[in-house]
T-cell receptor
Framework: GIQVEQSPPDLILQEGANSTLRCNFSDSVNNLQWFHQNPWGQLINLFYIPSGTKQNGRLSATTVATERYSLLYISSSQTTDSGVYFCAVGMAGTASKLTFGTGTRLQVTL | NAGVTQTPKFQVLKTGQSMTLQCAQDMNHEYMSWYRQDPGMGLRLIHYSVGAGITDQGEVPNGYNVSRSTTEDFPLRLLSAAPSQTSVYFC????????????FGPGTRLLVL
């Protein structure tokens, strides 16, 4: 099956700093999503981005499908950004079958 | 809309007991899935469904059963609980078609003694 690797595994930032999270995947995909799991365990979908670039406020994501990686940018980080960020991938027409990476744990300090 | 709801929030079982984790969504989504999350790991797919009456196995299906008699509900049954099934269980739904964003429920934390 598809392998998904995320880096770095852990990241500590001061409030206001920027960061880049990376997701590498081992095979061609047609479905790539980024999720944020907050400290209370809730999973929130950030982006559905199988290719190209999207932005939502301080967050943006870029997927280069031909090179099998995706990047999540967090600018001007806030303490509420803390949590675990997951990348998940799947093949076309497999909306229910996502393979998740092991996540990047982000802690934003004052 | 309530979105994706899961009950119970927390459950303790003894080895060998059976139980059903409930999942419901009110968004008329076609696709639904069950995942488990173990400490320090990502989510792993247990079972999924692409519509009422249609289910299939994911990556870690052993010890679990599912059914999908309605679009709204997708219960997960543990047949004979084992300590290895101690985990947090998440249900998710997706509209289907080109709209493949997954929406997750709040999770059920299960402890098997």
């Amino acid at each position: 099956g598809i392998q998904v690797e995320q880096s770095p595994p852990d990241l500590i930032l001061q409030e206001g700093a920027n960061s880049t999270l990376r997701c590498n995947f081992s095979d061609s995909v047609n479905n790539l999503q980024w999720f944020h799991q907050n400290p209370w365990g809730q999973l929130i979908n950030l982006f559905y981005i199988p290719s190209g670039t999207k932005q939502n406020g301080r967050l943006s994501a870029t997927t280069v499908a031909t090179e099998r990686y995706s990047l999540l940018y967090i600018s001007s980080s806030q303490t509420t950004d803390s949590g675990v960020y997951f990348c998940a991938v799947g093949m076309a027409g497999t909306a229910s079958k996502l393979t998740f990476g092991t996540g990047t744990r982000l802690q934003v300090t004052l | 809309n309530a979105g994706v709801t899961q009950t119970p929030k927390f459950q303790v079982l003894k080895t060998g007991q059976s139980m059903t984790l409930q999942c419901a969504q009110d968004m008329n989504h076609e696709y639904m899935s069950w995942y488990r999350q173990d400490p320090g790991m990502g989510l792993r797919l247990i079972h999924y469904s692409v519509g009422a009456g249609i289910t299939d196995q994911g990556e870690v299906p052993n010890g679990y059963n599912v059914s999908r008699s309605t679009t709204e509900d997708f219960p997960l049954r543990l047949l004979s609980a084992a300590p290895s099934q101690t985990s947090v269980y998440f249900c998710a739904s997706t509209p289907g078609g080109e709209w493949e964003t997954q929406y997750f429920g709040p999770g059920t934390r299960l402890l098997v003694l």
